[in-house]
C-alpha cells in the first residue's frame, strides 16, 4: 500500500502515459515478466508496452470530465474489451461492462461497485427515467453468471482525496434477501 500511495503522490501531475509507464517500471512489473521465460513473458512485456501506448494515444471527452484521467480509460477500455479477451490462455479473468457482456454466459461473474453514485450512477439517480435503465442493466449483469455471481460495494469510497461513506445501496436493496452471502471484509 506505501508504494501505490507514493506512486499516486508522485505522479499525481504527470500526463496518464506518464504515470503508466512509471508505475509499470517502479512496482517491478515489468522486472517480473522480462525474467519470466518463454513466450508467455514476452507477451506480457508486449501488452504493457501497448498499454503505455494507448495510454498516451487516450484523450477525453466530454463525458469523461468528471473522471481522473486513470478511470476515464479504464471506463473506454472497458467499453472496448469484449468477447474475444480471453483467447490464448483460457483460464482468465476478462474484464468488460455489462454492455459487452450483452449475450454472453461465464461460469463467475463479479458485479463491483454496486453502490449509489457509482452503480446505479450520480446521472442515473440525478435523472429521474434512467434509475429503470440502470435496473435492466443489473439484470443483464446478473443473469450472465452461469453458476456464482458475486456483486460487492464498498461502505466507505475513497473520492478526490476524501474518505466518503457511501450511502444505501439502492439495487442492491430491491433483491430478495433469501439470496444473500453477505461477507464483511475488514477497511484497510
Known sequence: MELIDALAQETADMPLHVQTDRVIKD????T????????KGQTRIENLEELVTATR???YNEEDE???PLQAFLSHAALEAGEG?????QDAVQLMTMHSAKGLEFPQVFIVGMEEGMFPSQMSLDEGGRLEEER??????V???MQKLTLTYA?????????VTIARRALLASCRKSVWKRCACAPR
Open 27 to 30: 512496482s517491478g512489473l515489468r
Open 155 to 163: 461502505e466507505t469510497r475513497r473520492l478526490y482525496g476524501k474518505e
Open 85 to 89: 479477451q480471453a483467447d490464448t490462455w
Open 57 to 59: 494515444q487516450f484523450s
Open 66 to 68: 468528471d473522471l481522473m
Open 136 to 141: 435492466r442493466l443489473a439484470y443483464v449483469g
Open 143 to 145: 443473469t450472465r453468471a
Open 32 to 39: 517480473m515478466y522480462e525474467q519470466e521465460k518463454g513466450e
